[in-house]
């Protein structure tokens, strides 16, 4: 038997102790979780800066994440874990119906690189507030993360409990041809259908975490300098990878080279404020490895050749990972760039004349996992998002609505995934809503009459309720 099957085994066999564990409990265990990864906050903070060369900051914000989930979950398990107490209709008059919400059972956490430590640990916040087990695959490309977070949860659980499965993509498909209740996926979409496919085999449910191409609208009624600085700082941040990060940006026509010239400038007012150049700036982060470095250098220069512009930006240092923070217009829909998701510190400018032209230019790539739309005009904000579907939204801003608010669902749709995670939500993900009916047992509301021959009494009463 595999050393993976043996371990497996192990978290399957803590299923029923699991589920029956208290509110009270739960919590415990969620604020052990919570102290271990503060207790490794300076390592997390160098994996970050080796991995990424990201500021310590930033790893900081995704640190704020998981403790607002944690917190909210503490605080909120005991109320999530009652059973829901539903109205009657009028087939179950007489009857006590409610809902339960009971743990899967074993979930499998299989995760990206580009945030590691929070995509292994908020889906398992919420695995753990509903009673199951977890085994998580950190990415092999942040193989530092990968280790703090097997060192984290190997201190603070029992391995029957919680276990981490390090390596590539041999380890993610022995994993995923066990029978887990739940696979839990965040990465591309090509990846994702391999999951979805596996999960078929042993009927798992699943909850895809993807991405995809972010549109950003921006009409002519936008304040423009506020726009191109959350834009700035949404497109640099983790080099750009970030799923929710803009991607490409629909601007009208009449601000758009306005836009461009200052979304450049607050470029370098915002990671060049020393004048030292952008390469040396210790807020831009790098490539995760040179394979994505070049992956994104080939769309610039395809794009380029293509025809597009570059505002700013354009060059690469592969050796070092650093894709220079770029803006390229005039984009257009034969260049691979606006083909696949960037994920890296690119945005793409195309204008337009009406806001109808939007919804074509979107269509080729729709239900993104984030949408974002630059507008002082109501009628315009509500026009577009009536008229486009994507997993969260966000007006005058962006990449504010992950990990920010326990409350917001997040997740995809479509292409960019689906199932969602935060709070409650997260909690219902990880259970199963179980409908339970009580049937009390005294003569007037115990009684069967819908059993052949069927009686008069019987047809006249369901006649009556169809009309
Ligand atoms: P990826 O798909 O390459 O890898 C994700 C996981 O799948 C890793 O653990 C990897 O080991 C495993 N894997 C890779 N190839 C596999 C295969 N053939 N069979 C089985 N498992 C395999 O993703 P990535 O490059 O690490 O992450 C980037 C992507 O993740 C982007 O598309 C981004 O938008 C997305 N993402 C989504 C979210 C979200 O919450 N929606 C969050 C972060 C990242």
Same mark, same amino acid.
């Given at each position: 038997? @595999?050393?993976?099957?043996?371990r497996?085994?192990?978290?399957?066999?803590?299923k029923?102790?699991?589920?029956?564990?208290?509110?009270?409990?739960?919590?415990?265990?969620?604020?052990? *979780?919570?102290?271990?990864?503060?207790?490794?906050?300076?390592? #997390?903070?160098?994996?970050?800066?080796?991995?990424?060369?990201?500021?310590?900051?930033?790893?900081?914000?995704?640190?704020?994440?998981?403790?607002?989930?944690?917190?909210?979950?503490?605080?909120?398990?005991?109320?999530?874990?009652?059973?829901?107490?539903?109205?009657?209709?009028?087939?179950?008059?007489?009857?006590?119906?409610?809902?339960?919400?009971?743990?899967?059972?074993?979930? *499998?956490?299989?995760?990206?690189?580009?945030?590691?430590?929070?995509?292994?640990?908020?889906?398992?916040?919420?695995?753990?507030?509903?009673?199951?087990?977890?085994?998580?695959?950190? @990415?092999?490309?942040?193989?530092?993360?990968?280790?703090? %977070?097997?060192?984290?949860i190997?201190?603070a659980?029992?391995?029957?409990?919680?276990?981490?499965?390090q390596?590539?993509?041999?380890?993610?498909?022995?994993?995923?041809?066990?029978?887990?209740?739940?696979?839990?996926?965040?990465?591309?979409?090509?990846?994702?259908?391999?999951?979805?496919?596996?999960?078929?085999?042993n009927?798992?449910?699943?909850?895809?975490?993807?991405?995809g191409?972010?549109?950003?609208? #921006?009409?002519?009624?936008a304040?423009?300098?506020?726009?191109?600085?959350?834009?700035?700082?949404?497109?640099?941040?983790? =080099?750009?990878?970030?799923c929710?990060?803009p991607?490409?940006? %629909?601007?009208?026509?009449?601000?758009?080279?306005?836009?461009?010239?200052?979304?450049?400038a607050? %470029?370098?007012?915002?990671?060049?404020?020393?004048?030292?150049?952008l390469?040396?700036?210790?807020y831009?982060?790098?490539?995760?490895?040179?394979?994505?470095?070049?992956?994104?250098? =080939?769309?610039?220069?395809?794009a380029?050749?293509?025809?597009?512009k !570059?505002?700013?930006?354009?060059?690469?240092?592969?050796?070092?990972?650093?894709?220079?923070?770029?803006?390229?217009?005039?984009?257009?829909?034969?260049?691979?760039?606006?083909?696949?998701?960037?994920?890296?510190?690119?945005?793409?400018?195309?204008?337009?004349?009406?806001?109808?032209?939007?919804?074509?230019?979107?269509?080729?790539?729709?239900?993104? *996992?984030?949408?974002? !739309?630059y507008?002082?005009?109501?009628?315009? #904000?509500?026009?577009?998002?009536?008229?486009?579907?994507?997993?969260?939204?966000?007006?005058?801003?962006?990449?504010?609505?992950?990990?920010t608010?326990?409350?917001?669902?997040?997740?995809?749709?479509?292409?960019?995934?689906?199932?969602?995670?935060?709070?409650?939500?997260?909690?219902k993900?990880?259970?199963?809503?179980r409908?339970?009916?009580?049937?009390?047992?005294?003569?007037?509301?115990?009684? *069967? #009459?819908?059993?052949?021959?069927? @009686?008069?009494?019987?047809?006249?009463?369901?006649?009556?309720?169809?009309?």
């Amino acid at each position: 038997m @595999s050393d993976i099957q043996t371990r497996f085994d192990a978290l399957k066999a803590s299923k029923l102790r699991l589920r029956n564990t208290s509110a009270d409990e739960r919590a415990e265990k969620l604020q052990t *979780l919570w102290d271990a990864t503060l207790a490794r906050k300076e390592d #997390i903070f160098k994996a970050g800066a080796e991995e990424r060369g990201c500021h310590k900051l930033d790893i900081a914000a995704e640190l704020m994440m998981l403790k607002g989930e944690i917190d909210f979950a503490i605080k909120h398990v005991g109320k999530w874990m009652k059973p829901e107490k539903v109205k009657n209709s009028m087939s179950t008059m007489g009857k006590r119906c409610e809902i339960r919400r009971q743990s899967k059972g074993v979930v *499998l956490n299989m995760a990206a690189y580009n945030a590691p430590t929070a995509e292994s640990f908020v889906p398992m916040i919420a695995s753990i507030a509903a009673g199951n087990a977890m085994a998580i695959k950190p @990415s092999e490309l942040a193989p530092i993360s990968a280790q703090i %977070i097997q060192e984290i949860i190997n201190g603070a659980f029992s391995p029957d409990e919680a276990d981490v499965f390090q390596g590539g993509v041999d380890v993610a498909q022995e994993l995923l041809a066990l029978p887990f209740d739940h696979i839990y996926y965040t990465g591309g979409t090509a990846v994702g259908k391999i999951v979805m496919k596996a999960a078929a085999d042993n009927l798992a449910s699943v909850t895809l975490e993807m991405g995809g191409k972010n549109p950003v609208i #921006i009409d002519e009624t936008a304040k423009l300098e506020n726009a191109a600085t959350k834009l700035a700082w949404g497109r640099v941040m983790n =080099a750009g990878q970030v799923c929710i990060a803009p991607d490409y940006a %629909i601007v009208h026509d009449s601000v758009k080279e306005e836009f461009q010239t200052l979304i450049a400038a607050k %470029i370098n007012e915002l990671y060049n404020s020393d004048g030292a150049g952008l390469e040396q700036s210790a807020y831009v982060p790098r490539m995760i490895n040179d394979r994505h470095t070049q992956r994104v250098k =080939a769309l610039i220069d395809d794009a380029i050749k293509k025809g597009a512009k !570059v505002i700013c930006g354009g060059s690469a240092n592969i050796k070092d990972n650093y894709i220079e923070p770029t803006i390229l217009t005039d984009v257009t829909e034969d260049m691979e760039i606006m083909q696949e998701e960037v994920f890296g510190p690119v945005l793409c400018v195309v204008g337009y004349k009406n806001r109808e032209e939007v919804l074509d230019l979107i269509a080729p790539r729709t239900n993104s *996992l984030a949408f974002y !739309v630059y507008s002082t005009n109501d009628d315009n #904000i509500e026009y577009f998002l009536k008229n486009t579907s994507s997993g969260s939204a966000v007006v005058n801003n962006n990449c504010v609505q992950s990990g920010t608010n326990p409350r917001l669902p997040f997740g995809g749709i479509g292409n960019s995934g689906q199932g969602r995670i935060g709070g409650y939500e997260g909690f219902k993900t990880m259970s199963n809503e179980r409908s339970v009916v009580h049937q009390p047992l005294d003569r007037f509301r115990d009684f *069967l #009459i819908q059993l052949p021959p069927y @009686s008069e009494r019987y047809n006249n009463i369901i006649m009556k309720a169809l009309k």
